[in-house]
Each structure stands twice: as C-alpha cells, then as structure tokens.
C-alpha cells in the first residue's frame, strides 16, 4: 500500500531513492512543468473540462478521418508525371471546392500531427509508456513515423519548389551509394526518367499505402481499450471541424512556384512540423541526418524497457472470495479482466487476470465490494484500516484520499488534513469513506485528476458516480448527505483543493458546455489553429549557392554511343571514364569514374555539382572512354550565358540505355510466334525456369560474361540475330526462329536487349 505523506523523492527513512524512483520523480516534474503551462489555457476557458489538451487521442482519430476523406477525394483528381502532377494540383486550385478539400486536407494533416505529438508527451511524462502499456506506446511512436513520411511525401507530389528542395536532400542521400545513385539517374536526373510518372507513382504508393498502414496500426493502438473511445466528445468535434472549416474558407492553401531544375529556389514558405528535415539534410551529412533519425526512432521504440516499470505489478484475485459479479470486468480500462466458468461449486464465474494488459491502475480494486482484488502493494482492506486509525485519532483532522500524481507536487504535510495517497481515484471504494466518517472523520475528501484528464482514464469518473450512488458499488444511502466532497483537479492544484474543499464533480465531458464556455473554447482553438498554420508558412531559404551551378549528370559505359553524340563505338567495352570539364579555359573538373555493375550493366556513372561564376561562360566538357586519348568525345564546347541563380544542367546516357525496356516487355508478351518477338514461348523471367530457351532472369549477368570481348547488349544483340552463333550448353541449335532480323525493327530489337538486360 502507499502509506500516507510518502515521497516518490525518498522513503521516510532518509533512504536515497532507487534509480526507478528517481525516473519516476523526473517524469513526475516533466508532468508538472507541463501542467503549469497549461494553467493559462485552462484560466482562459474558464475550467479544466474544457481543456482540449485532455482529448489529444481522439482528436488526432478525428483528423486522421478528416484527412483520409479528403485525401481520397484528392487522389481522384491526381496525375503521375513532372509536369502533369503539378499542373492536376493547379486545375484543383482553380476549382472551389477543390481549393476548400485542399486547405482541409493540408490544415487537417498538420493538427493530426500536433495532436499525436502531444498525447505522446502527455503519455510520457504521465508515466503512461512502460509495463503492459507498451503496445500503445509503441504502435503509437510507428503511426507518428508514418504520419511523417506520408506527410513528406504528400509535399513532394506537388513537384513545385518545396519538391526540388526535397529532390536535393534525395540527392544528398543516395548519390554516395551505387544502387542509390542508378536509383537517381534513371528516375530524376538523365532522360531515361521520361515523364517522370513512375517516380510520382512511387511517391503515391508510398502515400497511400503507409496511409493505410497506419489505419491499421490505430486500430491495434485503440483495440486494447474497454470501453474504445475513437472520437472525442460532440463539443470537441464540433469546435475542431468548425476551425478547420472556417481556416480552409479564409486562408485557403496557395500553390509554390513548378519545379524547375533550370533556377536555385531562393525563398519559400515550410512546414517546420513536416519538413524540419530541410535545414538538416540541405546542410548536414546524409549519415547524420539520416543515422540520427533512425537511433532516435529506435530509442523511442525501445523506450518501455529501458528503465523498470514503476508500477507495483498486477492485479491479485482471491479466488476464494471472488463471486463472479463481472463488476471488475465492466470497470477495467484496459480488458485486463475476463470471465470464466467456475468448476467448484462456489459460484458461476469467476474473474482472471489477462496479465499483459494490467498497469496496476486499480480501478478493479474500488469496484470489488467483496476484496476479492488487491495490488501487490497492499489491498483495500489495508488501506482501510490506515484511514480508520487516522480517524480515530482524534486530532479533527479531514482525512484526504488522493491520487499519488497529487502527492507528489502536494502540501503532503499540511497540518489540516490526513493525506492518503492511493494509485489511482478509482482504488476508492465507498465503504473507505463510510469508515472513515464511522471512525469519527469530521469529514472526507476524495482528490483526482481533473475531468477527462484522468491517468487511467475513467478513475476519477468511475470514483465520482460510486459516491453519487450512480454506479455499483454505491455509497450506502444513509451516508450520501454526509461530509463527503470530490474534487477533480490537476495535480498542481491539490494545494488548493486542499485549502479550498468544494466539492468539484466529474463533469460528463459530453455534456454541452454553457454558451460562455463554448464561445471561449472557440476562439482559444480558433488562436492555436491560426498560429499553428502561421507556423506552416514560416519563410525557409535552402541556402543554395548564391551563382550558378552546372550539373553534370552520366550513366555511361566505356565505349558506347551516347544519346545525341555522333560517333562509333570502340570494340572494347566496359572500361573507365574520364570526365574533363573546364571554365573559361580553367579546369573545374577532372575526374575518372570507375565501372560498377548494376542491373547487370557494367557502366560509369556520375553526378556532379559545380559551382560558377554568374554570366558568360566558355563550357568544355570533354569524355575520355577508358582513360584512353584515342576515345575521347566533346560533349559540349560553347560560350553560355548563366544568369545568377540558374542551374547549367547536362545529362549523358547511352543509346541503348534509353531504349524503352517496356517496349521490349510488349514484344516478350506477344504471342503469335513469327508475327513478332513473343518470346515468353520459349523464355520465363522466373529464375532456373526452362520452357525451351534459357531464362530470361539473369541473363544480363550472364551475357556480360559469355564471351571475351563482348560486352551483355552485344552478345544478346548478336544471340538474336544469329541465334546458333553461341549456344549454351544443355540446349539445341535451331530451335529459335532464324529470321528476327526481318520480323523485327532495330528499335524492336534494341527494346529487347534492354529488357533482357534488366531482368539480371
């Protein structure tokens, strides 16, 4: 039992309290620090029922509603491509409607982040995270992560400024890694990125998956509660949707400036709560950014067990005075209870313990009028005599029964009162009070947390309607006019609860709050909201370099022709390049890149940002395949003008890399043998699948390696027209058709090799 005027500071012996104790008192001073703050909120409104802060759970279920109905509405009028994204974002715009579900959706996702974000502070300083609540906390630091990303990427299929300011962290991040860098050269940065709409795509996908994703992670997070409150309270709905509605009509989402990799954005308004990463990752290292990110996300995961549980451990049923009244089962926040058929005899049921659901709140406890349930710490029956002899003792003194949150931040040794503190208001059962006034109390005071803002949730609510002879077990009749007061209050004011006993109910919080109350509570949210989507629109400078950059983009293997380049192909592929780039006669550049194979190609790819002077350049770019003088290509040779601020932008790739490999994937479905390719006949894309031919899965690898001297698009290319040049061993010749090179166009052909050459 909690024995009365105990410290979580100390025990009453001087003894230095353990490391649990001293977490514990930590959390306790964080909670108390943040209930200061919110003392104006709650001056303003006039009474801490209509503190929105208390509901912070189900209001973000609220907006997570609001934002995945308007999301769908969204979605339906969305395109996937670098210009057509933008310019289906601008049509919405225009439209009415389309601007009001805009500005909801955008006003929506950011208060369903501040929400979240504040429940788990709330939980956390509230001790609320450890022991059996882990699932809650962890299913809830997830949600915030995936409400991160699809925020993120909501932002970035806009492709407007704050997408190329993205575009640029995605560099930053991937360009040092050989998958990472492909990833950016075939999907944003050479023209093998077409459209762009596999990559808007991408960003959809990730979108709305995690979106329901973390659908499915909050039903996991809330399950576990009895009874599931999914939305807050009518008055709370009301005032959030009507700030939102009234936000979306007068300051309605604007639309950024198009992306445009030709200029350096100077200026543009972000996200702090979304987009904080800009800062970091435009600026830091990608590990750093990045590492830092995943370690923090990992401690908070692993948060629960990283210090012991202060709570005193689960429940303790006797089952020899248990008679199955299921009262417990009803009472219990967390479905920690169950009901099973009795076999003894004594009664029909009996109650057992679902372990990995208990947090020791002890509510179960104030619901048991047969003491059947205690906690470790001490039953009921314990902390009844303690309050009896404190009756007894004559001194006049009030007895106080509070929850522990109060004692700690209390007056624990006011000289009026007998302070009593128990784990949580609803440990109260009615029969402590009737014995305490029995044992010659001058009166009784019961203290908890303050209306909706209870640590176990219904505690205070359960206590209050127990003493109002509203809920079994009830106050006995003859006592219910007796001295006996409920104050509801946060813990940082049990000091003047305590000096002030008036007797303060658990209001029903879906109770309408008076005309007064709901015009305060209106134009406080009305405030917050307003300054929260101020903060959206805070002026952000990427800190881009100030001139010009030119940017040299090159997925190239030694010895092919380049798209746009005149020239012959040297016999010996897949060897190193060498890149020369030079300024007004002054070398900038001279870098050889190493091949790396990717998807089966042996290739040199490269990135590379070079700052230069603003205003009329001489540019040389010049390529040396294999380092070798004799394979040397101008790329380009000219006098440019760069007005400040623009970006000089050059993308090399081959030929045979930019044919379209999902052309290629069209001939390979066909069919009609003869007619065209329709190579899925004789060829599977599964590994070590054999129809007639070898599998297409792999190929590429095995084709850079065939044959000396061949590189993999020219044993293919030669392997289909002229399939019996090399067979493989285990096959027959004769078998593919002879003549694809009448059947076929080169550009067939070429869409082939480039899809077997992805296919590795």
Partial sequence: MNTPHASPDADSEGVAPTRTERVRVGLRRLERLTLRTEKPLNKSLGTPLLNPLAHTGTLAVFFFVVVLVTGIYLTAFFDYGF???????????????????????????????????????????????????????????????????????????????????????????????????????????????????????????????????????????????????????MTWTATAGGVLVVLSIVWPVGLLPPFDGSRIPSSFPVDPFYLFLFPLGLNLSPWLVWGGLLVSGLILTVFPWVKKSSAPGPVIIDVDRCTGCTLCVVDCPYGALEMVPREDGKHRQLAVLVPDRCVSCGVCVGSCSDDALSLPDGSIDSISEEITRLSASGDGKRIVISCERHVADSVADDPSVHLVPVNC?????????????????????????????????????????????????????????????????????????????????????????????????????????????????????????????????????????????????????????RLVVTIDGDAVLDQTYPTVTVDGIQASQALERIEM?????????????????????????????????????????????????????????????????GCRICHSLRPGEVIVGPSFAGVGTAAAT?????????????????????????????????????????????NLVALSLIHI
Avoid at 614 to 627: A, F, H, K, S, W
Wanted: with cysteine; hydrophobic share 45%.
């Fill in 83 to 233: 210009v057509e994204s933008y310019e289906a974002v601008g049509r919405l715009n225009d439209n009415l409607m389309g601007r009001f579900v805009r500005a909801l959706h955008r006003y929506g996702s950011v208060a369903l982040l501040v929400t979240s974000l504040l429940h788990g502070w709330r939980t956390f300083v509230q001790d609320r995270f450890r022991g059996a609540r882990w699932v809650a906390w962890v299913s809830g630091v997830w949600m915030v992560a995936m409400l991160w990303v699809i925020g993120v990427t909501g932002y970035w299929m806009l492709w407007d400024e704050r997408a190329q300011a993205l575009n640029e962290i995605l560099i930053n991040a991937l360009q040092g890694t050989t998958r990472g860098l492909d990833f950016l050269l075939d999907n944003l940065l050479t023209p093998a990125a077409g459209t762009g709409w596999p990559f808007l795509l991408w960003l959809l996908l990730i979108h709305l998956l995690l979106s329901i994703a973390m659908g499915a992670v909050l039903v996991m997070h809330v399950i576990r509660l009895t009874p599931r409150q999914w939305f807050p309270p």
């Fill in 706 to 750: 065939r044959v000396p001297g061949l590189s993999a698009e020219e044993y293919l290319l030669e392997s289909i027209l002229d399939p019996n040049a090399y067979i493989v061993d285990g096959f027959e010749p004769d078998v593919m058709l002879q003549n694809y090179d009448e059947l076929l166009t080169e550009e067939e052909i070429a």
């Fill in 425 to 577: 208001a609803g440990v109260v059962h009615p029969h402590l009070a009737e014995r305490a006034l029995d044992a010659g109390a001058p009166d009784v005071q019961i203290v908890g947390c303050a209306p909706a803002d209870c640590a176990n949730r219904f505690g205070n609510t359960y206590a209050e309607a127990r003493i109002s002879r509203l809920r079994v077990p009830r106050l006995k009749r003859r006592y219910e006019d007796g001295p006996i007061d409920t104050d509801w209050v946060p813990p940082v004011d049990l000091g003047t609860a305590l000096t002030h006993p008036d007797g303060q109910p658990v209001a029903d919080p879906n109770d309408p709050p008076s005309r007064k109350g709901l015009i305060r509570l209106s134009i406080v949210t009305l405030i917050f909201a307003a300054m929260t989507v101020a903060l959206t629109n805070l002026p952000f400078s990427p800190g881009f370099p100030n001139g010009a950059v030119l940017s040299i983009a090159m997925d190239h293997r030694g010895g092919a022709v380049l798209v746009g380049y005149e020239g012959e192909p040297a016999l010996d592929q897949g060897g190193p390049t």
């Fill in 613 to 677: 002077p603003p205003g009329l350049n001489d540019v040389r770019i010049e390529m040396y395949d294999r380092v070798d003088p004799a394979y040397s290509t101008v790329l380009f040779d000219d006098a440019v003008e760069v007005p400040a601020g623009s970006v000089l932008e050059f993308a090399f790739i081959d030929q045979i890399l930019e044919s379209r490999a999902d052309a290629g994937r069209s001939l390979y479905l066909e069919t009609t043998l003869g007619v065209n390719a």
